[in-house]
């Protein structure tokens, strides 16, 4: 089985805060991604890495920074968060060639006060 | 732009009566075409792809049907069960494994 680990289910930070959120796989991927998903508007690319240390913008990068420093480990950093960042994070992996699915973490749902 | 449009937001179904789920695309260079499945609070599920040389894949109750000269993809499901109850999304697949996903459509299956 498919096992991406996102490090909390639920958080709650204050306007201004440093965020981070960590994402773990245990498949050995290459690919790894950030996505927001927001009522009406489905899932939005963040950041994505194709390997250790890459990383490249997606369709919303703005307010956001990611590390992939070891393979396994993706984490998306909110510089000084905004109550506009106040979503449900998805991190999503994949093995990085064939023509085969992402496959998601349960998600962090971040409230921003 | 959206490149991938679920142009209705909800439907309901009738327990064991067919689930049709709708999604239009923009790109033809789309080469690969998914449907996730998410329940609230938790993380999509993938459910059936298929690749754009083939217009049917079949598994089980879920069928995906791609129609390319009319850009659009279409989920069947037959037949409904009340666990089948939760948002769809369906997905494209551009250069580099990068996802372009619709807005999601809200199934219920009423028993």
């Known amino acids: 089985d498919v096992k991406v680990t996102q490090s909390s289910r639920y958080l709650v930070k204050r306007t201004g805060e440093k965020v981070f959120l960590e994402c773990v796989q245990d498949?050995?991927?290459?690919?790894m991604f950030w996505y927001r998903q927001d009522p009406g508007l489905g899932l939005r690319l963040i950041y994505f890495?194709?390997?250790?240390?890459?990383?490249e913008k997606g369709d919303i990068p703005e307010g956001y920074s990611v590390s992939r420093e070891k393979k396994e480990r993706f984490s998306l950093i909110l510089e000084s968060a905004s109550t506009n960042q106040t979503s449900m994070y998805l991190c999503?992996?994949?093995?990085?060639?064939?023509?085969?699915?992402?496959?998601f973490g349960d998600g962090t749902r971040l409230s921003i006060l | 732009d959206q490149q991938v449009k679920q142009n209705s937001p909800s439907l309901s179904v009738q327990e064991g009566r067919i689930s049709i789920l709708n999604c239009d695309y923009t790109?033809?260079?789309?080469?690969?075409f998914l449907w996730y499945k998410k329940y609230p609070a938790e993380g999509p599920t993938f459910l059936i792809s298929?690749?754009?040389?083939?217009d049917k894949n079949e598994d089980g109750r879920f069928t995906v049907f791609l129609n390319k000269s009319a850009k659009h993809l279409s989920l069947h499901i037959v037949p409904s069960q009340p666990g089948d109850s939760a948002v769809y999304f369906c997905?494209?697949?551009?250069?580099?494994?990068?996802?372009?996903f619709g807005a999601g459509t809200i199934l219920r299956v009423k028993s």
């Open positions: 999503a992996i994949h093995p990085g060639q064939g023509l085969k699915p992402q496959h």
């Open positions: 890495s194709y390997d250790v240390k890459m990383k």
């Open positions: 298929i690749s754009s040389i083939k």
């Open positions: 498949m050995d991927h290459e690919n």
């Open positions: 790109n033809s260079m789309f080469d690969y």
């Open positions: 997905a494209a697949r551009e250069y580099g494994n990068k996802l372009v």
